[in-house]
Every structure is written in structure tokens, then in C-alpha cells.
Nanobody, 120 residues
Framework: QVQLVESGGGLVQAGGSLRLSCAASGTTFSDYTVGWFRQAPGKDRDFVAS????????KYADSLKGRFTISRDIMKNKVYLQMNSLKPEDAAVYYC?????????????WGRGTQVTVSS
């Protein structure tokens, strides 16, 4: 079973950038597709982006295309979410998730999340 740990969250000013990392242990990470989701207080958890086993294919929420980029480093067992031009409405807890299916929006394994705060 894969264990996921997110990192890289924090406080950033509007217009700034952050790169989130999702580290996997307990398995070969390239056997899994990986997704990023986010949840703001009082709101549903929303899909942000996902990436296929090798990283050759990606999917994004339409509203985030062009600002967010998902990537993976197979050798390091990590997946990244580069977030640029951040807006206050991007503030949320960001979760990394993994699954054995592609494409999918339903993921079996989840990390605990990392907080992103964007000041205006």
C-alpha cells in the first residue's frame, strides 16, 4: 500500500508561486497515477490536476490550466504541483492522491494535505 506525504505549502503573496511535493513510500510510485485536489474551508474537495504513470499524460481543472503544472520524478518517487500567479481563491488544503487506474478522478489513497495560504 502506498503512503503519501505532501509538503511545500505555506504562506505566499498573491501573484507568487509555490511548488508542492508529494512523496511516496511503501511501493513503486510509477505503478500509480497521481492527482492533486484542494479543499477550502466550507467547500467541497475539488480536482486540481492528475498525471499518468510515466508522466506522459496530464489532466487539469479547466480553471487552472496555464497557472498550475503537475509533473513527476520517477527516480525520486515524487510528484510535484507548480503553482504560479497564485490568487487568494487558491488558498486551501492541497491533497495528493494515488490510484492504479488512469484516467480517473476517484483515487484510493490519500495524503493528509498541506496548507496553502495566499495573502492579498
Amino acid at each position: 500500500q502506498v503512503q503519501l506525504v505532501e509538503s511545500g505549502g505555506g504562506l505566499v503573496q498573491a501573484g507568487g508561486s509555490l511548488r508542492l511535493s508529494c512523496a511516496a513510500s511503501g511501493t513503486t510510485f510509477s505503478d500509480y497515477t497521481v492527482g492533486w485536489f484542494r479543499q477550502a474551508p466550507g467547500k467541497d474537495r475539488d480536482f486540481v490536476a492528475s498525471i499518468s504513470y510515466s508522466g506522459a499524460s496530464t489532466k487539469y481543472a479547466d480553471s487552472l490550466k496555464g497557472r498550475f503544472t503537475i509533473s513527476r520524478d520517477i527516480m525520486k518517487n515524487k510528484v510535484y504541483l507548480q503553482m504560479n500567479s497564485l490568487k487568494p481563491e487558491d488558498a486551501a488544503v492541497y491533497y495528493c492522491a494515488a490510484d492504479t487506474s488512469w484516467p480517473t478522478y476517484r483515487f484510493a489513497y490519500w495524503g493528509r494535505g498541506t496548507q496553502v495560504t495566499v495573502s492579498s
